[in-house]
């Protein structure tokens, strides 16, 4: 499914069929790892340039400029290989506005192939390196596999943490804690 649920089902199953293509044959290749590897560093350069997401969204610029652009972009970020030749081969096909979407599901069906499962986790602050490898920790003793942990910063919490990892979710901040307490005495009056 998108993401951001905009793109809507076209999307969610191009990219769906576009990443489980690329997923087999990186690991028929055994570079799965490499490939993973050059699609972040795509993904961070897609992330921080507004013009190279007008490029990958934009229906206004032809396969050919799209595959010309992206090409030397490729090459002056040395990312090569099969993630570089499925890249271009997005801008060929007129599928390039679907790349963020790929990208994420790529990483899903790792991520799945791996035995790793996902978390979300939303404190005040950043904590410290000690404290986040103490959550991944318990996270792991819960899930019994690996965890991969995605953070975010909410100041709205106050304090405290949510976890949210596949169906379950825990929600142990401030804010609810107060919200709560603020309805049971709404309740005893």
Do not use: C
Request: avoid cysteine; hydrophobic fraction near 45%; glycine fraction near 6%.
């Amino acid at each position: 499914m998108a993401q951001n649920g905009s793109e809507g089902p076209l999307v969610a199953g191009v990219a769906g069929r576009y990443a489980l293509a690329l997923y087999e044959l990186a690991r028929d290749e055994r570079q799965v790892d490499d490939v993973a590897q050059n699609l972040d560093a795509f993904d961070a350069l897609y992330r921080e340039s507004a013009d190279l997401r007008r490029l990958v969204k934009s229906p206004a610029f032809s396969a050919q400029e799209q595959t010309a652009a992206i090409g030397a972009l490729l090459a002056k970020a040395g990312i090569t290989g099969l993630a570089a030749n499925f890249i271009k081969l997005s801008a060929a096909n007129r599928r390039l506005f679907a790349l963020p979407d790929m990208i994420r599901a790529f990483r899903e069906k790792v991520r799945e192939a791996k035995g790793i499962v996902r978390a979300e986790v939303r404190v005040a602050e950043k904590p410290s390196d000690a404290i986040i490898e103490e959550i991944k920790a318990s996270l792991r003793e819960v899930a019994k596999t690996e965890v991969e942990i995605d953070l975010h910063v909410d100041p709205s919490l106050i304090g405290g943490i949510v976890v949210k990892m596949g169906s379950r979710m825990v929600d142990a901040s401030l804010r609810t804690k107060l919200n709560n307490i603020r309805l049971a005495m709404r309740e005893a009056r």
